[in-house]
Nanobody, 121 residues
Framework: QVQLVESGGGLVQPGGSLRLSCAAS????????MSWVRQAPGKGLEWVSD????????YYLDSVKGRFTISRDNAKNTLYLQMNSLKPEDTAVYYC??????????????WGQGTQVTVSS
């Protein structure tokens, strides 16, 4: 069965960095676009970033452009999100999400359990 397991979250001071990882199994990882989606306390889901199946195209929420970098290692079946210059407003649970197709779209079919990122001094 499809499994997406996030790791790398934690508590970091403003201006700090974290790298999230998502270990994927149960499907052919290199055949699907992937996404990161977050949910801040008391708020709805917010899309953060997409990457297509071969990693050649990436997309970002405006508020994270220039600070976050999505990447993938298809040989390791792993998705990453490098987060730099973190701000308190980045505090959220971050979810790794599998898309339905190779190219980026808006159709998701599997979600990880999420990893908490807290940015606070």
């Amino acid at each position: 069965q499809v499994q997406l397991v996030e790791s790398g979250g934690g508590l970091v001071q403003p201006g700090g960095s974290l790298r999230l990882s998502c270990a994927a199994s149960g499907f052919t990882f290199e055949n699907y676009a992937m996404s990161w989606v977050r949910q801040a306390p008391g708020k709805g889901l917010e899309w953060v970033s997409d990457i297509n199946s071969d990693g050649g195209n990436t997309y970002y929420l405006d508020s994270v452009k220039g600070r976050f970098t999505i990447s993938r290692d298809n040989a390791k079946n792993t998705l990453y999100l490098q987060m730099n210059s973190l701000k308190p407003e980045d505090t959220a649970v971050y979810y790794c999400v599998k898309q339905v197709f190779r190219v980026v779209g808006v159709s998701y079919d599997y979600w990880g359990q999420g990893t908490q990122v807290t940015v606070s001094s």
